[in-house]
């Protein structure tokens, strides 16, 4: 069964940076939490 | 529920982060946050190896970094607040949204229709997924709705806005005057016949070089109509193939990718 069409060019058009963004958010994440730790 | 509502907020701030790079997507700026992305990565770099000087003149920036970003970004941020309070989704996937863009095409085939008759020079930028926002920029902005007269009136002999391209986004036309980069190289076999186009058609092929943009021109000396895709003009050619064209590029911007194309963003 595959994803709808519309479902389907949301998550692969500009696949590239959408994963870079959630890579940025990512690390963005990780960082907050070990400054946190730190704390 | 803590893991749940961790996903939900990191969905929601690289959802954010996304539009703001389609924010900057094609503009200069795009080169200011790459060189910011450098001094982050070198500052990463510098706290990893204990490089404690580095560090501590980084560190030193970062408090003025926040007003460097909104002195920076201030055009682009006032374009992503702009784009996120214009409700994009409302208009969706749907057979109104078809007939929209039928209806563009047939304003645009019309006017171009019209200039061809009357020998009225034109040239047509149709944005895809590449941003022109530097041509853009360097044209008047305009932000008008797609219609036949609109565009009759910009190319008409003697107007203001004539000389240059039109550049559209989706339904909008985005700006007119615009400057485009010309195809400087000639070569080959046609090198003879380019050279003898001008500068309008040359226009044309530099646009489409770099991007994925389609570019229309109408010559002013044989009312002839040419397209320009990824750097290769197709002359004189007809009414249906432009129509056809159109279609088919349209159908890319907005529906998703068609064969070569690509959709607009979320």
């Known amino acids: 069964m595959s994803l709808p069409r519309p479902l389907q060019r949301l998550i692969t058009h500009n696949l590239g940076w959408k994963l870079a963004c959630l890579a940025a958010t990512v690390l963005l994440w990780l960082w907050l939490i070990a400054a946190d730790n730190r704390v | ?266």
């Not at chain 2, 095409?105 to 019309?110: L, N």
């Not at chain 2, 002013?220 to 009414?239: F, N, V």
Request: proline share 2%; with cysteine.
């Open chain 2, 1 to 266: 529920m803590s893991m749940a509502l961790t996903v939900v907020d990191i969905v929601v701030v690289t959802i954010l982060l996304y539009n703001f790079v389609l924010v900057l997507r094609g503009r200069r700026a795009m080169s200011v946050l790459s060189g910011m992305a450098v001094l982050v990565a070198i500052y990463v770099a510098s706290a990893w190896l204990r490089l404690g000087l580095l560090r501590a003149v980084l560190s030193g920036l970062a408090p003025y970094a926040i007003i460097a970003i909104i002195v920076l970004f201030q055009s682009e941020l006032r374009s992503y607040l702009s784009r996120l309070g214009r409700v994009r989704w409302a208009r969706g996937v749907s057979l109104s949204g078809r007939l929209e863009r039928r209806e563009i095409v047939e304003e645009i085939v019309g006017a171009v229709q019209q200039m061809s008759e009357t020998h009225v020079g034109a040239l047509i930028v149709l944005e895809r997924d590449t941003g022109l926002r530097t041509f853009i920029e360097s044209g008047v902005v305009l932000d008008a709705v797609v219609s036949r007269d609109v565009l009759l009136a910009i190319f008409h002999p003697g107007a203001q806005l004539h000389d240059g391209a039109v550049i559209l986004q989706g339904d909008r036309i985005a700006a007119a005057a615009c400057f485009l980069p010309l195809h400087v190289n000639p070569a080959g076999a046609h090198a003879m016949e380019l050279r003898k186009l001008g500068t309008r058609h040359r226009a044309a092929i530099g646009v489409t070089e770099g991007t994925d943009a389609l570019a229309v021109a109408v010559s002013e000396e044989t009312g002839a109509i040419s397209i320009a895709w990824r750097g290769e003009l197709e002359r004189d050619i007809s009414i249906d193939r432009l129509r056809d064209r159109l279609s088919h590029h349209s159908a890319g911007v907005r529906q998703g990718r068609h064969s070569e194309g690509a959709a607009q963003p979320i």
